[in-house]
């Protein structure tokens, strides 16, 4: 069973820079999808995006000016970078794996972190 | 987007009582739809996948069906643990989209 555990400062200044790693134990980091999930009592669950070994990523188009995904292989990370934020962008963020079950292309965020809380103020 | 609407928002049931909660996304997602229980202060918990398969470790009171644009969740034999909130979620197209969750209370 895949581990995660997201880490990263609490507290983030407006129009700055919201940054968060999930570290990745118990299974294979390579060979799969890493999502971000964010949620928030007013929008609920929004999906932020993923990120592949090799670098590639997929965004949701709603964050997709500034938002960075990253992988490392050797550090068994997955890391987020946020850009201007504001107070919209508090919420509980979660790193999960997506997990493709076989060439039908099924898949799913079957493992997640605990979450992270992250407050935008001043 | 392709949009997901839960319903209803909020149930209230008694132990040992079915639950039906469904699912509408706004345009056909095939059968790429995703089942996930929340406790409260907890991450979410993935239940079933691909519409109506059980996720591993997953108890069979649980069980998803549904294609297209319509789905259901039906928790049967409802457990004090079972109270919690339901949240949908389809991986046919990006973005992913979730729906609005329903909260399972006690009666």
């Known amino acids: 069973q895949v581990h995660l555990q997201e880490s990263g400062p609490g507290l983030v200044k407006p129009s700055g820079t919201l940054s968060l790693t999930c570290a990745v134990s118990?299974?294979?980091?390579?060979?799969?999808?890493w999502s971000w999930v964010r949620q928030t009592p007013g929008k609920g669950l929004e999906w932020i995006g993923e990120?592949?070994?090799?670098?590639?990523?997929n965004y949701n188009p709603a964050f997709q000016s500034r938002v960075t995904m990253t992988l490392d292989t050797s550090k068994y990370e997955i890391s987020l970078k946020l850009t201007s934020v504001t107070a919209a962008d508090t919420a509980v963020y979660y790193c999960?794996?997506?997990?493709?079950?076989?060439?039908?292309?099924?898949?799913?965020?079957?493992?997640w972190g605990q979450g992270t809380l992250v407050i935008v103020s001043s | 987007d392709i949009q997901m609407t839960q319903s209803p928002s909020s149930l209230s049931a008694s132990v040992g009582d079915r639950v039906t909660i469904t699912c509408r996304a706004s345009?056909?997602?095939?059968?790429?739809l995703a089942w996930f229980q929340q406790r409260p202060g907890k991450a979410p918990k993935s239940l079933i996948y691909?519409?109506?398969r059980l996720q591993s470790g997953v108890p069979s009171q649980f069980s998803g069906g549904g294609s297209g644009t319509n789905f259901t969740l039906t928790i049967n034999n409802l457990q004090p643990e079972d109270f919690a909130t339901y949240f949908c979620?389809?991986?046919?197209?990006?973005?992913?989209?979730f729906g609005g969750g329903t909260k399972v209370d006690i009666k």
């Open positions: 979620q389809q991986h046919n197209a990006y973005p992913y989209t």
């Open positions: 118990g299974g294979s980091i390579s060979g799969n999808w």
């Open positions: 999960a794996r997506t997990y493709y079950y076989d060439a039908s292309g099924y898949k799913n965020l079957d493992s």
């Open positions: 691909a519409a109506s």
């Open positions: 345009q056909d997602i095939r059968s790429h």
């Open positions: 990120v592949y070994r090799s670098g590639s990523t």
